[in-house]
């Protein structure tokens, strides 16, 4: 096959597989969509017992189907692109290998088809091919909300993970003896994230009166230091929510000032036209 | 009947049903309320065993009783209306229909019955009656809030549901064996969501020890992304407050706009002076 | 004994018990204060059985001991303030006569006399004794908060009512039968507020699958719900916060322009001295 | 050793302990935070029984080896500081002595050693090291915002004392006699609080139908109040972070006050032009 037409081939298969703005390129991946779907369901259901027991030959089946159909398309992408290291080493590039893998390790080791679902995270493309942009707009927003307040999460993380750490051992000093549940300080740090998390399982739960005693105590800790995340997050979302309505920087071209809104037509200080 | 004069027999049961200024529509909506009400708590009643054992027949009666009632009610209101079609399929219209159904259809399939309880949604007219405008002005403000945040949760929800089901398989593998709780992935990402929303049942525990660290880190993962939903509302809320707090009642007499700042001059979106 | 002379005897006594500014008064108000916190604590101790077992007549004699104490205490308020009847009625006059009665009632009704830990809401005079005045207007800030938000909460709490309803009926229908906890449908109301709130006792849980998908969902829904609240009272605390830090409406004398902060001497556009 | 000489290999000493800024400072801060993750492990691993029963003797030589360089550094610390005392009654002082105390103290009485894990807090000199020094802004930023709603939550939390007490003696009156969980009102006052802070471990719940409609009240009541000490700490953060975003870094060149905003011409303190 001449060089030209190859190439001519490679940007057919780049349009279909890439692209969802043809007709053929959005049936792709609409159809893509829905067996990343279907082999996800079908992961899981054969997670349950009484399903592997009568279809396991028809998990089995379906299982090797979706990872061959995902490993020609995972091929396909490879061959098609101009530089395919880059695209192998992007984010989808690594998902689109991650998903077909643990099919092939199955073989050897057992259990690892259940990571299949990782295969989930390409459903992460919906926005891309639906242009529902705006919706990413909004991610990366939050996204840059979390990242402006990650030196504070980062301190009240080590902060709250030494106070685990202290608590849980005082508690096993005080529970340890007369109770199953606090045999270790691991087991006893494990029910102190329980706790200030107000998660609560019950799984573990103090029965000397000064256990129970020190735990309502945690629990109010835990009430105040919830507010905390809650507080460092809604302030970065106010402050950016602020900046954003407040980006009009224009100027009234006759009287000079500023603070106008969006939909403003007119200066609300002189009355005269703005740009 | 005349035209003339069943016309206005039409306008007097609708003054009466669908009005709450004259006395006669008040009371009709009073009494209507304390039916209700009282229908709710009978089919509450009605599912509690040792009562159901007693009264049988009493409730039987009063349900059937409470019925026919309302199927009055719905036919006299799509009598008396102009266009019946749009009341029919308008939000009261279907639940008043739907306030009655289970009825009939529990003479075939047995338990419907419990579905009246939809009738609760009828009191959400208790507004109108008593001329709580100012109170739907404020669920109008929270349904704002929440729809301009709708797709930065729309993101976010397709988010948490893509990162339980990584965890709970996750799970499933390392607590899969040991764990009559972790019997497959569904009860696995159930356990997941119980955790990662902090209700934290206690029904399904992780019991191996490297389980128990990954919960430990779930939960702490849960606490932070706990406080995402919540600054999202905040902002929402502040941003709704700090606009409502910044614009006066005032309209331009000129293009009748409102949403003027107390500085303003100028009408910014005709230029007329403003008072 | 002349009226002149009672006048004075009524005056001392007033000084004493209702001010806290004279020595004698602050001395009073001190012994009153740790007398009530012992007289929760002992009630309190009086209810752990094996306590009672071995100490129940010296608590029965304190308890008396206690209660005399402040039935001559509530009699010397009424005899020295002017207005008796206006005392009587007042928030602490009530609470006054509540913390006496149920020793009383207890001669005739047992059991009564552990509501003698209403007591405790007498220990609120604290802040006027220790002249924490401050402490008081926060709370008012937190109680003004509140109150803005109360039309907000009133429609939010009637619309969980009605949910908390209908989810509670459909739950009743999917586990009633082979469930011992959703025997009816308040037990299954019961449930939901528990779920929904992220309580999560674990005394209840769903065990049919269509349970568990419905209750997943329903934890994210209490999850969303959750922020609705916290929105609400984090925005009008952030509203509150901001009207008390524009609180200053001071004009520069010489250039009439406002928005000075309260620790500035000069106006920050001209450098004219501010009063 | 004549006292230059002496001073010399103090300040040396001080050198490599105290700073982090050569290398030799540096490798020893290092160091130092190796061996106390290392012995806060250690401490763990020994209270899990399995562990303890095989490796006892390695666990015992560990801690005392642990103890013993860490009872010569703090030696070496209070020897060449210039003022010794100053240093032992700082945070870090006191933290380096509880650090090796509990090993000594465990020779008299058994347990104590579970306490080292109080050297974990040694583990905040970490920021210090790796001159994280802005990660610190940001825990005073959270600190200051803790600390301006400090009346606030104070007066919260006797509220929520009060509330408890009340709430759990009423609880015992109804669910005492018929339920093992509310045996005395300390118990109750337990349940309160784990219910209230929607903690729920479901070790104690209402059995009795009054019980639990009360027990739904207040979990939906502990809703509402969630939202306080949330909405304070974000009310606050939202000021801080407002207070920053509307006040630049400049100073005044003749007072040398900062805290100006962006349009100040004059400096607000002593009425001085700015740049």
Redesign the interface.
Known sequence: MPVAQRNKQKEKIHEIIFEADTPKGKAFDVILLILIMAS?VV??LE???HLQAGYSNLFYALEWGFTIIFTIEYLLRLYCVYRPLKYATSFFGVIDLLAILPTYISVFVY?TQ??L??R??R??RIFRIFKLG???T??D??VK??KASR???????L??L?LV??I???M??IE?GQNEGF?????A??WT???L???????I?PVT?LG??L??FI??L???I?????????????????RS?QSNTQACRYCGREG??D???????????LN
């Open positions: 996800v992961v899981m997670s349950v017992q259990g259940y990571l679902v990782i989930g995270l459903l992460l705006h919706f990413l909004e991610a927003s939050i909300a979390l030196a504070k999460i980062t301190v009240f993380l902060f709250i030494l750490i202290v849980g051992s005082v096993y000093l340890g045999s270790s300080i691991p087991r740090i494990y994230i329980v706790t998390t107000t998660v609560g399982y019950g799984d739960t009166e129970q005693f735990s309502a629990m109010l835990g009430y105040a919830l507010a905390v995340p809650t507080g460092i997050v809604s302030a970065e979302m106010v402050a950016e929510s602020r309505s106008h809104t939909d403003a037509v007119f200066c609300k200080y002189c009355g005269e036209k």
